[in-house]
C-alpha cells in the first residue's frame, strides 16, 4: 500500500466509483458480497488498492500546503519536479501564528525561501506533508507570503 486506506466513510461516499472499479477488476456484486462475508483477503487488497488509486489522483491536484505552529509558518508550492518553501518565523514568544495576524508583528518577523527537488516521488512528498499536519491553502494565500518575501528582500533606496 502506497499512502493509506481511504475509511468507510470515504468509501461510501465513493460507492459508485468503487463499483466500477471492481468490476473492471472482475469483481461482480455477488463475488464481492461473498469475499466480504468471508473476510477474504482479496477484499482489503482491492480495498487497499482503490485508496491509492483515489489518493494519488487526489495528491497530484494538490498544489500548494501550509503549516502553522505558534512561533511559524511554513508555506509550500509543490510544482512537478520541485518544493519551494516560503517560511515566518519568529522569536519573540508573545507572537502565536495560530491567533495573532502577520501585519501585527511585522518588524520582529524572519522571512525566508527555499527550494528543493523532491527526494521522493511528489505525490508521496505531498502525502507526508498533509500527514505531519499542513493544510491544503489557495494560490491566493502562498502568492501573499511570496509578496510579502520578495517586498523583505528589496533595498529600500532614498
Not at 466513510?9 to 468490476?23: M, N, T, V, Y
Not at 461473498?34 to 477474504?40: I, S
Not at 488509486?53 to 519536479?81: R, W, Y
Not at 502577520?102 to 522571512?111: G, H, M, P, Y
Request: charged share 35%; proline share 1%.
Amino acid at each position: 500500500m502506497k499512502y493509506r486506506c481511504l475509511s468507510n466513510e470515504e468509501l461510501s461516499e465513493l460507492e459508485d466509483e468503487f463499483k466500477h472499479f471492481l468490476i473492471s477488476n472482475n469483481v461482480y456484486t455477488e463475488e464481492w458480497e461473498v469475499l466480504n462475508e468471508k473476510k477474504d483477503k482479496k477484499v482489503q487488497d482491492l480495498i487497499e488498492m482503490f485508496s491509492d488509486i483515489v489518493l494519488d489522483k487526489a495528491l497530484k491536484n494538490i498544489m500548494f500546503l501550509e503549516h502553522v505552529t505558534p512561533q511559524d509558518i511554513k508555506s509550500f508550492k509543490c510544482e512537478g519536479d520541485k518544493m519551494t518553501l516560503i517560511g515566518i518565523a519568529s522569536k519573540n514568544q508573545n507572537i502565536d501564528f495560530t491567533k495573532d495576524t502577520l501585519s501585527d508583528f511585522a518588524d520582529e518577523l524572519d522571512i525566508f525561501k527555499t527550494e528543493k527537488p523532491y527526494h521522493k516521488e511528489r505525490e508521496m512528498e505531498v502525502f507526508d506533508l498533509l500527514q505531519s499536519g499542513c493544510s491544503i491553502i489557495s494560490e491566493e494565500r502562498f502568492n501573499k507570503l511570496e509578496m510579502a518575501y520578495n517586498y523583505s528582500t528589496k533595498t529600500i533606496k532614498n
